[in-house]
């Protein structure tokens, strides 16, 4: 496989402390407003409205201020987190709309850190009900984690490539609690979804049909992305760190192998200054909105992978994470501290197109996963990390 190299300029070390320290600010400048209310997937005119415990990303914001945390040392964030632990063990206590698969997005940063940092009780027991209500989605006919909709349903009889990031909450559940149960699905579902969802240029369908009579794989299509059989960047994102997470609780070669492939047409899309558009159909010199949030996740990615890799391997795909964070960095973190104000602008949620069935939401906005991704790839540069997933 050819190995793309760029010629950008790498973060120094400097210069990832310099941003852990000023997104640490923004942080703080925050917690009185996302204590008690959690913030929303989305930023309008980069400014983060609040909202109920009830999104699909409400771990995120508690995920930063557990980095802020481990940054700092500062008493007042592990406060806040651990406030937060509370709600989220509310909301798998209560069920309040926890029927989708997004689990793992909800509960490793917020509950599964708060266990690994401080010992929650709470967290841990909020992380375990959360995976039992992750494989109570497991699909046995096709063998995969149905993504949203009433379980069975014709129309919603698929999964989607982002359930790559739900399932370290599986292997996690399993390591605690020594039931295999956990990481048993998981291994079935990665194994569906790799087999389906990487095409053979190692780009990704956002979801993947699987035909509900007999379990066969159907087609792939989009939800997010421009249309059923381009790049949707996140979801390349999500196919390439969730992947690097896998390979690390499991040590199976083939993630590695998947990892390897997802990233190098990730890197044949990218414009000059590596990051990329919302959909990787457009690239260089196109007026359509990037997505910050990519360029970070996949950095986070390359940093875990890297970790199992030879040298010269390593040292490759670290260099590539360094050059996309001082892009990141340099040209799309925010640079003034305000009220609910985001880390990280230009990032796109879902951008409605001609061809795909979403629904239009924080198009070229902060992304609470764009902050997040973009706290824990700096915390990786900056030290040898524990992660949250
Ligand atoms: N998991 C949904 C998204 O990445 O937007």
């Given at each position: 496989m050819?190995?793309?190299?760029?010629q950008?300029p790498?973060?120094?070390?400097q210069?990832?402390?310099?941003?852990?320290d000023?997104?640490c600010?923004?942080i703080?400048h925050?917690?009185?407003?996302?204590t008690?209310?959690?913030q929303?997937h989305s930023?309008?005119n980069?400014?983060?409205?609040?909202?109920?415990?009830?999104?699909?990303?409400?771990?995120?914001?508690p995920?930063?201020?557990?980095?802020?945390y481990?940054?700092t040392?500062e008493?007042?964030?592990?406060q806040c987190?651990?406030t937060?632990?509370?709600?989220?063990?509310?909301?798998?206590?209560q069920?309040?709309?926890v029927?989708h698969?997004d689990?793992?997005f909800?509960?490793?940063?917020?509950c599964?850190a708060?266990y690994?940092?401080?010992?929650?009780?709470?967290?841990?027991?909020?992380?375990i009900l959360?995976?039992d209500?992750?494989?109570?989605r497991?699909?046995?006919?096709?063998?995969?984690i149905?993504?949203?909709?009433a379980?069975g349903?014709?129309e919603?009889?698929?999964?989607?490539?982002?359930?790559?990031?739900?399932l370290?909450l599986?292997?996690?559940?399993?390591?605690?609690?020594k039931?295999?149960?956990?990481?048993?699905?998981?291994?079935k579902?990665?194994t569906?979804c790799?087999?389906?969802s990487?095409?053979?240029?190692?780009?990704?369908?956002?979801?993947?049909?699987?035909?509900?009579q007999?379990?066969?794989?159907?087609?792939?299509a989009?939800?997010?992305?421009?249309k059923?059989?381009?790049?949707?960047?996140?979801?390349?994102?999500?196919g390439?760190?969730?992947?690097?997470?896998s390979?690390?609780?499991?040590?199976n070669?083939a993630?590695?192998d998947?990892f390897?492939?997802?990233?190098?047409?990730y890197?044949?899309?990218?414009?000059?200054?590596?990051?990329?558009?919302?959909?990787?159909?457009?690239?260089?010199?196109?007026?359509e909105?990037?997505?910050?949030?990519?360029?970070?996740i996949?950095?986070?990615?390359m940093?875990?992978?890297?970790k199992?890799?030879?040298e010269?391997?390593?040292?490759?795909?670290?260099t590539?994470?360094?050059?996309?964070?001082?892009?990141?960095v340099?040209?799309?973190?925010?640079?003034?501290?305000?009220?609910g104000g985001?880390?990280?602008l230009?990032?796109?949620?879902?951008?409605?197109?001609?061809?795909?069935?979403c629904?239009?939401?924080?198009?070229?906005?902060?992304?609470?996963w764009?902050?997040?991704?973009y706290?824990?790839?700096?915390?990786r540069?900056?030290?040898?990390?524990?992660?949250?997933?």
């Amino acid at each position: 496989m050819e190995k793309l190299r760029f010629q950008n300029p790498v973060i120094t070390q400097q210069e990832v402390a310099a941003a852990l320290d000023a997104a640490c600010r923004q942080i703080q400048h925050n917690l009185p407003a996302f204590t008690h209310t959690c913030q929303n997937h989305s930023s309008v005119n980069n400014i983060y409205p609040a909202c109920e415990n009830n999104q699909w990303t409400c771990g995120f914001w508690p995920g930063e201020v557990w980095l802020a945390y481990e940054h700092t040392g500062e008493e007042s964030f592990k406060q806040c987190a651990l406030t937060l632990v509370e709600s989220f063990l509310n909301r798998i206590e209560q069920k309040i709309e926890v029927d989708h698969h997004d689990m793992g997005f909800l509960y490793s940063p917020s509950c599964v850190a708060a266990y690994k940092l401080t010992g929650s009780e709470n967290g841990k027991k909020a992380a375990i009900l959360a995976a039992d209500q992750l494989i109570s989605r497991f699909q046995e006919k096709g063998a995969f984690i149905q993504a949203w909709g009433a379980l069975g349903a014709p129309e919603n009889y698929r999964y989607i490539i982002d359930c790559l990031l739900n399932l370290p909450l599986l292997y996690w559940a399993t390591e605690v609690t020594k039931d295999k149960k956990y990481a048993q699905i998981a291994h079935k579902h990665i194994t569906t979804c790799l087999k389906n969802s990487i095409r053979a240029d190692g780009s990704t369908y956002h979801t993947f049909f699987m035909d509900s009579q007999t379990g066969m794989p159907s087609h792939g299509a989009t939800c997010q992305g421009y249309k059923d059989d381009s790049f949707w960047a996140r979801g390349q994102a999500w196919g390439v760190y969730g992947t690097a997470i896998s390979y690390c609780y499991t040590k199976n070669p083939a993630y590695l192998d998947a990892f390897r492939r997802t990233v190098a047409f990730y890197l044949t899309r990218l414009p000059q200054d590596l990051v990329p558009y919302w959909d990787m159909i457009f690239t260089t010199g196109s007026d359509e909105p990037r997505d910050s949030s990519s360029a970070s996740i996949v950095a986070c990615g390359m940093l875990e992978a890297a970790k199992y890799m030879e040298e010269d391997e390593a040292e490759y795909y670290t260099t590539l994470a360094r050059q996309m964070m001082k892009s990141v960095v340099d040209n799309y973190a925010a640079k003034d501290i305000k009220l609910g104000g985001g880390l990280v602008l230009h990032g796109t949620y879902s951008k409605k197109s001609p061809y795909n069935t979403c629904t239009p939401e924080g198009v070229d906005e902060c992304v609470s996963w764009g902050d997040y991704f973009y706290m824990e790839a700096l915390t990786r540069l900056s030290k040898n990390w524990e992660m949250y997933w």
